[in-house]
């Protein structure tokens, strides 16, 4: 069965989800330098965010800060959500190849803004 996940007016597919502690064994099996940034990661931020969070940022979020959950979409991509500051949360989009992690894209929402579904 195929959950969608709706962010402002995108529509993503979430194949299934994996449970926590499988996905951290399987990214811990990478080295922070296998993991990588594009100008794509970062397209919704702006200047004074792109200080904030860099490329060294998302590393270490997707290492060391509480995971929510983690979805695999459709595409093969990893929605993961992280919790946050001041009942935010992180949702980073990664791509899992067989040498290196490439962190796609990410943006911070509310924790209402997450589907229940997803919690």
């Known amino acids: 069965m195929t959950s969608f996940c709706v962010f402002k007016s ?5 194949e299934k989800f994996e449970p926590i502690e499988i996905f951290l ?3 811990r ?3 922070e330098a296998s993991i990588d940034c594009t100008s794509h ?3 919704r931020l702006s200047q004074g965010q792109r200080k904030v969070f860099g ?3 998302l590393k270490n979020i997707l290492f060391n800060e509480m995971l929510i959950v983690v979805a695999i979409q459709h595409n093969q991509n990893y929605a ?3 919790k946050y500051k001041d009942q935010k949360v992180i949702k980073i989009i990664i791509s899992i190849k067989p040498t290196f992690i490439r962190i796609v894209t990410f943006i911070i929402i509310t924790i209402d803004q997450v589907p229940r579904r997803l919690l």
């Open 25 to 27: 064994s399987r990214i």
């Open 10 to 14: 995108s529509v993503k597919f979430i």
């Open 55 to 57: 490329c060294e940022t």
């Open 80 to 82: 993961i959500y992280y």
């Open 29 to 31: 099996s990478f080295s």
């Open 41 to 43: 990661t970062f397209f």
